[in-house]
């Protein structure tokens, strides 16, 4: 029964061949194209409305030279929310349950704000490996725990996507569970189960939405250190 709580994160396959590119291309077939028309309809005025509203909240720290990552950083935001929030489906898969896409998505983005900074701006991005001030003594510790929490950075974002994600999936289905077996034993405890399980859902929701943003947004923290 342990075991098979763990299938639900298994990448389905069809033919010996994996399906997760299928998973990772349906979230992009949801969103409708922008036109020239000077009229659209709801559903296109909703979601460029929303897109130019996190565009805006997102850059708003940012210097002009970190506008060029609006268009990335978006459509990072509008991937991973929408495959988020596809998992939540029954019999479906979430891609970004799995660590190697996560640090796949992150370590790369990352990477370029590093580089970004190194190029750019050198002298100030090697400056926060050591602040100011420090005592002489503490210099070479410093300067080892500041590169070690670098190099941390790309692995506690794509971990704590997964972390998050897989917990909530994990407490749905054993919740789930625990609903069908209480039912025909204990009706009363059984409907209070699945009240709670709609409220855990309801959270999980939430927890979807704000991890893609979680995500996104401490890229471009990263970014600003070094634009």
């Not at 005025?45 to 990335?72: C, D, H, N, V």
């Not at 991973?80 to 796949?104: A, D, E, K, R, V």
């Not at 709609?198 to 990263?222: D, G, P, R």
């Amino acid at each position: 029964m342990n075991l098979s709580f763990f299938d639900q994160f298994m990448s389905p396959t069809m033919l010996g061949m994996p399906l997760i590119l299928l998973a990772m291309t349906i979230p992009w077939l949801l969103y409708v194209s922008p036109t020239d028309r000077w009229l659209n309809n709801r559903l296109t005025t909703l979601q460029a409305w929303f897109l130019s509203s996190f565009t805006k909240q997102l850059m708003l720290p940012l210097s002009i030279k970190g506008y060029k990552w609006a268009l990335p950083l978006t459509s990072l935001m509008i991937f991973l929310i929408t495959m988020n929030l596809l998992g939540l489906l029954p019999y479906t898969f979430t891609p970004t349950t799995q660590l190697s896409l996560n640090l796949g998505l992150a370590v790369p983005f990352w990477l370029a704000t590093v580089l970004i900074g190194l190029r750019n701006q050198p002298t100030a991005a090697l400056g926060h490996l050591l602040p100011e001030g420090t005592p002489t003594l503490l210099i070479p510790i410093l300067i080892i725990i500041e590169t070690i929490s670098l190099f941390i950075r790309p692995l506690a974002l794509g971990v704590r996507l997964t972390a998050n994600l897989t917990a909530g999936h994990l407490l749905i289905q054993l919740i789930s569970t625990a609903v069908f077996v209480l039912m025909p034993m204990m009706p009363t405890t059984a409907i209070i189960t699945a009240v709670v399980l709609f409220l855990l859902t309801l959270l999980e929701i939430a927890v979807a939405m704000i991890q893609a943003y979680v995500f996104v947004l401490l890229l471009s923290l990263y970014l600003q250190e070094n634009t």
